[in-house]
């Protein structure tokens, strides 16, 4: 539990939940965010005109109160800290980032979604990941399909094997077809990313469908492919990534 000050109870809002917004003769309230309990003022939820946190505590709007009178926000209340810190004072937060970026994002706070995005952290995720990765035709519903295909075989086994074609160019995906078939021909499941046109090359792309399979929690490695299905000609498009269940 967390409590930024101490409040008198006779200070806490009363209402039925739901309920009108803070009484204007009160400005201190208590809230209930997710479980952690914060004390504020009305003037620094209202601080951003236009947010959703202003909107929420503004005098006409309804809000939702908990067993104790609280105001209740049904978020995670691990980082509303660092929002609150920021409409209080203009503090960045230093830890958590991405976490509070997205909770910045829900309560609409744009001046400080803005100074979050500039942060190396997030400029690196938003500006160079992402950006390359939407580039790569079909990412996220390749990502999909992997760890389906991985769950599919995990009945009984200790680890699954999902095969990967990863093509930057054209040309390497010309190159690849006839792998593509043999396999194919075997009925192989092969999961084929690219081409893309971007500079990041092929291991920059299999370092990021590692890290966002990680990120859905799954525990997860690749390996470069070398069966004697294919000639080895072949090996430096095809990799294995291996999801390991206990």
């Given at each position: ?19 009108a917004?803070p009484p204007a003769?009160?400005p ?25 946190l ?25 980082y ?10 203009e ?13 910045a ?20 995720e938003?500006v ?8 790569v035709?079909g990412?996220?519903e390749?990502?999909?399909l ?14 699954s094997?999902v ?5 930057r160019?054209?040309?390497d995906?010309a ?5 593509l078939?043999?396999?194919e ?7 084929k990313f ?11 792309l299999?370092?990021?469908?590692k ?8 525990q997860?490695?690749y ?6 299905t294919l000639?080895?000609k072949?090996?430096s ?10």
């Amino acid at each position: 539990m967390m409590s930024l000050s101490s409040v008198p109870r006779s200070l806490r809002p009363h209402q039925a939940s739901p309920s009108a917004g803070p009484p204007a003769g009160s400005p201190v309230v208590e809230l209930n965010v997710g479980g952690e309990l914060y004390t504020t003022t009305v003037g620094t939820l209202r601080k951003l005109p236009g947010s959703k946190l202003a909107e929420m505590f503004s005098s006409s709007a309804k809000t939702c109160t908990d067993a104790e009178g609280r105001f209740f926000i049904d978020r995670p209340g691990t980082y509303f800290g660092p929002i609150l810190d920021y409409l209080r004072s203009e503090r960045l937060p230093t830890h958590h980032i991405p976490e509070v970026y997205r909770e910045a994002q829900f309560y609409e706070i744009k001046p400080l979604v803005k100074l979050l995005e500039d942060t190396p952290q997030m400029f690196g995720e938003q500006v160079a990941r992402k950006q390359f990765l939407l580039r790569v035709p079909g990412y996220s519903e390749n990502l999909e399909l992997m760890v389906r295909l991985a769950r599919a075989e995990a009945v009984a086994a200790r680890s699954s094997a999902v095969l990967v074609c990863a093509v930057r160019t054209e040309e390497d995906a010309a190159h690849c077809a006839d792998a593509l078939r043999v396999l194919e021909a075997e009925k192989r499941s092969v999961v084929k990313f690219g081409p893309w046109k971007a500079a990041p090359q092929v291991k920059d792309l299999l370092d990021c469908v590692k890290m966002d399979i990680t990120a859905q929690g799954y525990q997860v490695y690749y390996e470069q492919y070398s069966e004697r299905t294919l000639r080895a000609k072949y090996f430096s498009y095809f990799y294995t990534f291996v999801f390991i269940w206990w």
